[in-house]
């Protein structure tokens, strides 16, 4: 009687063994599905506000928009003033940079030819170059800047922002 209950048993897991198995298989036969899925190469891009698609952008109500082929994903910041944050700010340490948010942050760091250090969190809201579309915070060691300091390193990120447009040839 011992050996059918051993017997019994040994062909339960080799029948759980064979299930498992085929499950894996199964999992890994699924992966083949996506092998002439092609990578859009404008995902990655940075889009300015008048080259931007009209009515691309969309505020992303659930978690599968961002998933979404169609690239309207996420908030779209220009990339001259992205670009042109990067120069003037170039002294100080980049601590972290998303250019899906428009935010980036910075270290402290002592611009050429000054005594105090300063960092600095920009964010870009808009794909417009516009100035509503920049806010610059800027912090000392000793706390807050005034505001000429962060309206003169405004300006000169807009500054640049209109340069590098310039430059690209798009009047």
């Known amino acids: 009687m011992e050996t059918v209950t051993d017997d019994l048993m ?3 897991r ?11 298989f199964c999992v890994l036969a699924s992966c083949g599905a996506f092998r002439n899925a092609k990578l859009d190469p404008k995902a990655f891009e940075v889009e300015s506000g008048r080259e931007s698609k ?14 979404r082929g169609d690239g309207s994903a996420g908030i779209k910041v220009n990339r ?11 002294f100080l340490p ?6 899906f948010t428009g935010v980036i942050s ?34 000392s060691q000793s706390g807050p800047v005034s505001a000429e300091t962060q309206r003169a390193v405004e300006d000169a990120i807009l500054t640049r922002a209109r340069q590098l447009r310039q430059q690209a040839g798009r009047f």
Not at 54 to 67: I, V
Not at 80 to 90: M, R, Y
């Open 80 to 90: 001259f003033l992205w670009t042109a944050s990067l120069e003037v700010l170039d």
């Open 94 to 99: 980049v601590q972290s940079a998303d250019p």
């Open 54 to 67: 009209a009515g691309s952008q969309t505020g992303g109500t659930s978690l599968f928009d961002a998933f």
């Open 106 to 139: 910075t270290g402290f760091g002592r611009p050429p030819g000054g005594g105090r250090a300063y960092r600095a969190t920009v964010l870009i809201s808009d794909p417009a170059l516009d100035a509503r579309s920049l806010n610059v915070a800027l912090q």
């Open 10 to 12: 040994y062909h339960a």
């Open 14 to 24: 080799k029948l759980r063994n064979v299930g498992l198995l085929f499950a894996a």
